[in-house]
Nanobody
Framework: QVQLVESGGGSVQAGGSLRLSCAASGRTISTYAMGWFRQVPGKEREFVAAIGWSGSNIDYADSVKGRFTISRDNAKNTVALQMNSLKPEDTAVYYC???????????????WGQGTQVTVSS
């Protein structure tokens, strides 16, 4: 199983940008679909973005389309989430996820990171 560690979270004002990174270890991610989810206390974890193993399949939640960009570097075993035009409603703990199947990633990914806090103030 792949181990995932997120970084890059922090506090930013509305309209600002943050870049989250996810470093994988234990296995190469070159054959994994990778994604990002987020969770607010008291609410269910929600899908944010996903990218297939080759980078050709990409999917976003409607709430982040046009503002967030997911990317991957298989050689470095990393995945990134560039977040622009941040809004207070983007405040959440962001989790990196991995699964062998792209279609399964949005539901029940096989691997999760520990999460990184993103706080957007108005």
């Amino acid at each position: 199983q792949v181990q995932l560690v997120e970084s890059g979270g922090g506090s930013v004002q509305a309209g600002g940008s943050l870049r989250l990174s996810c470093a994988a270890s234990g296995r190469t991610i070159s054959t994994y679909a990778m994604g990002w989810f987020r969770q607010v206390p008291g609410k269910e974890r929600e899908f944010v973005a996903a990218i297939g193993w080759s980078g050709s399949n990409i999917d976003y939640a409607d709430s982040v389309k046009g503002r967030f960009t997911i990317s991957r570097d298989n050689a470095k075993n990393t995945v990134a989430l560039q977040m622009n035009s941040l809004k207070p409603e983007d405040t959440a703990v962001y989790y990196c996820a991995a699964d062998a199947l792209f279609l399964r990633l949005r539901g029940t990914p096989g691997s999760w990171g520990q999460g990184t806090q993103v706080t957007v103030s108005s």
